[in-house]
């Protein structure tokens, strides 16, 4: 059996939390991986877990689409499309603010860079539009 390719590591990881599974990312993360994301930024699996649980819990619906994928050693460079209804709070880590549920559904692109050494994810960037996906809790309208 082959070590999977970092590429293959991530759809794993969504496939986990997208069924609500976000325990099995014990075993597709490093203890000490890093995260970045647009919002935060944190070390850990227990961090990495809070985050994708919190993905889970907001959108529980949420599906994606891999628009582009470049692989290069263990390293993945991945363009998707996620959609999902807003069905749960939505946190800011950083801020502690609070969407409540809107119950529309939403669209965003994200760039995720994927690294990963013997086997498990080291690190994960996520780096998406914050404002296209804010406007579409409001239509764009303010408050």
């Known amino acids: 059996m082959t070590a999977a390719t970092a590429n ?3 759809e794993r990881v969504w496939d986990a939390v997208f069924s609500g599974r976000v325990a099995d990312l014990r075993e597709l993360f ?3 991986a890093e995260m970045i994301t647009a919002t935060s930024s944190g070390q850990g699996i227990d961090y990495i877990m809070g985050v994708f649980g919190r993905h889970h819990e907001s959108y529980p ?3 994606h689409e891999l628009l582009t994928v470049a692989q290069d050693g263990g390293t993945a460079c991945r363009e998707v499309r996620f959609t999902g209804t807003h069905l749960g ?4 880590p950083r801020t502690g603010g609070v969407i ?4 529309r559904t939403v669209t965003w ?3 995720e860079i994927v690294g990963t050494g013997d086997g498990v994810i080291t690190t994960w960037h996520a780096y998406f539009d914050r404002m296209a996906l804010m406007e579409q809790f409001t239509d764009g309208r303010p408050g």
């Open 8 to 10: 293959e590591l991530a």
């Open 30 to 32: 490093a203890p000490d």
């Open 61 to 63: 619906d949420m599906k």
């Open 89 to 92: 709070e939505l946190r800011n």
């Open 100 to 103: 409540p549920p809107t119950g």
């Open 109 to 111: 692109v994200a760039a």
